[in-house]
């Protein structure tokens, strides 16, 4: 079931603005660079009345989802999954199944960062995507973390049948997914990574550079990505990924 919620808040800057924020890092984009890109602190959500509209984020369930403001200060939104395994819900910028912005491209460096926590209810079985996807009217993530079931993404992946965090490259199919060596916990992490035009793909976890395999060319999409996050439950349990902000800025 596809849902949509709207993403105009106080907090959402596009545009030139983007380039100054304190979050991105000035090595990459120094304030005289021209980017663009969108910065969102979930201060509120709102929803879309009229059908058919493609404003602010897409909202997908599958079977029992649920999206939430979180009473956290500084604006988190929650993504929750039912007491049934296979539940999911799942946020996408953009249109459902429409065109993304971010496009991978030589030369145009690209930077991601998302503040996310996964608030894990008496069990270690679930899946997480926190990243960038072509878009796409479907489920992220696979039932009993199986085999992702799209392809064009970068981001950090954990299905309920491994122990900890990776990353997954994926370009047309010809994909690259890799263990991080991080177990996961209910900490707030910071899950980043620059994408080097169509090079390589540096990967950060709480900002500190992360050895995440050979992404590569031949594992970077060269397609329109959005932002997306999502969570999947893997067994009988109510589970929750928090969010606190999502940034990710291109150089034009």
């Known amino acids: 079931m596809v849902k949509r919620i709207g993403?105009?808040?106080s907090r959402r800057?596009?545009?030139g603005g983007v380039g100054y924020l304190s979050k991105i890092p000035t090595s990459i984009f120094p304030p005289n660079m021209d980017v663009y890109g969108i910065f969102e602190d979930f201060i509120g959500f709102y929803?879309?009345?009229a059908a058919g509209e493609a404003k602010g984020w897409t909202f997908f369930e599958q079977n029992v989802g649920t999206l939430a403001q979180a009473d956290v200060a500084?604006?988190?939104i929650a993504l929750g999954c039912g007491g049934a395994d296979n539940d999911s819900a799942q946020i996408i910028m953009g249109g459902s199944a429409a065109g993304g912005a971010f496009w991978p491209a030589a030369g145009k460096d690209l930077y991601f960062e998302a503040r996310v926590r996964h608030s894990d209810l008496g069990t270690a079985k679930t899946n997480i995507f926190v990243g960038l996807i072509n878009p796409v009217n479907a489920a992220i993530l696979a039932?009993?973390?199986g085999a992702l079931p799209n392809n064009?993404?970068?981001g950090f992946v954990f299905r309920d049948t491994?122990?900890?965090y990776s990353f997954v490259g994926d370009k047309a199919g010809a994909e690259d997914y890799n263990s991080l060596a991080v177990a996961i916990d209910t900490s707030w992490h910071y899950m980043g990574f620059i994408v080097n035009g169509v090079t390589s793909v540096d990967v950060y976890l709480d900002r500190v550079k992360i050895a995440a395999g050979a992404i590569a060319?031949?594992?970077i999409p060269v397609t329109g990505l959005m932002p997306a996050l999502a969570v999947k439950a893997g067994d009988a349990n109510a589970e929750y990924l928090q969010v606190d902000y999502v940034v990710c800025v291109q150089l034009r």
């Open 47 to 49: 929803s879309v009345a």
């Open 74 to 76: 500084g604006g988190v």
């Open 152 to 154: 064009d993404m970068l």
């Open 143 to 145: 039932n009993d973390g």
């Open 162 to 164: 491994e122990v900890n």
């Open 13 to 15: 800057l596009h545009s």
């Open 217 to 219: 060319t031949a594992n």
């Open 7 to 9: 993403y105009i808040d």
